[in-house]
T-cell receptor, first 110, second 112 residues
Framework: KAGVTQTPRYLIKTRGQQVTLSCSPISGHRSVSWYQQTPGQGLQFLFEYFSETQRNKGNFPGRFSGRQFSNSRSEMNVSTLELGDSALYLC?????????FGPGTRLTVT | GENVGLHLPTLSVQEGDNSIINCAYSNSASDYFIWYKQESGKGPQFIIDIRSNMDKRQGQRVTVLLNKTVKHLSLQIAATQPGDSAVYFCAENMNSDYKLSFGAGTTVTVRA
């Protein structure tokens, strides 16, 4: 089986812009979660989608949003980018229990 | 390279020795735990998991121990190899909650 794929792998944006990141889960997995990883805060949960519905949400502002499509692919969007949004954004695909992560998208906000 | 019971942000291990990485989790209601390995420039890689109805689980060269009384999790790596150098994270999850809460991570460096 192919693993979790994320695109793009690297992204540079300017403050105030918006960005959309994409994730394709492992085939057959219907749950997709998003995490933000920074040196200061570590790995933090953003949200989780299952069958196109958001099931859980972390403690992030409304600028962070996501969605899931009928083929389980997911996107997350960050609007009005701030310098502090610079991070590695990770997508995780979940079967029964185990969560498998993609390589991440490295977002740099200048 | 053993530091039983104490979480350290870094661990230096001689190649061939056994490693023990410790983690204290926060939620007594957590019932599922995972260890991940993250190499530079990559996403976390699943190593091994354990459910709260178990206290030990073994994989290939790795063993996870769970002590629910003191909310402590450990990962033992046997015969540590240079390829084991990475950051190791523990994560906890409640079955009814679909998010993972991660520990701070331990950077393991294997000395040749």
């Amino acid at each position: 089986k192919a693993g979790v794929t994320q695109t793009p792998r690297y992204l540079i944006k300017t403050r105030g812009q918006q960005v959309t990141l994409s994730c394709s889960p492992i085939s057959g997995h219907r749950s997709v979660s998003w995490y933000q990883q920074t040196p200061g805060q570590g790995l933090q949960f953003l949200f989780e989608y299952f069958s196109e519905t958001q099931r859980n949400k972390g403690n992030f502002p409304g600028r962070f949003s996501g969605r899931q499509f009928s083929n389980s692919r997911s996107e997350m969007n960050v609007s009005t980018l701030e310098l502090g949004d610079s991070a590695l954004y990770l997508c995780a695909s979940r079967g029964d229990y185990e969560q498998y992560f993609g390589p991440g998208t490295r977002l740099t906000v200048t | 390279g053993e530091n039983v019971g104490l979480h350290l942000p870094t661990l230096s291990v001689q190649e061939g020795d056994n490693s023990i990485i410790n983690c204290a989790y926060s939620n007594s209601a957590s019932d599922y735990f995972i260890w991940y390995k993250q190499e530079s420039g990559k996403g976390p890689q699943f190593i091994i998991d354990i459910r709260s109805n178990m206290d030990k689980r073994q994989g290939q060269r790795v063993t996870v121990l769970l002590n629910k009384t003191v909310k402590h999790l450990s990962l033992q790596i046997a015969a540590t190899q240079p390829g084991d150098s990475a950051v190791y994270f523990c994560a906890e999850n409640m079955n009814s909650d679909y998010k993972l809460s991660f520990g701070a991570g331990t950077t393991v460096t294997v000395r040749a």
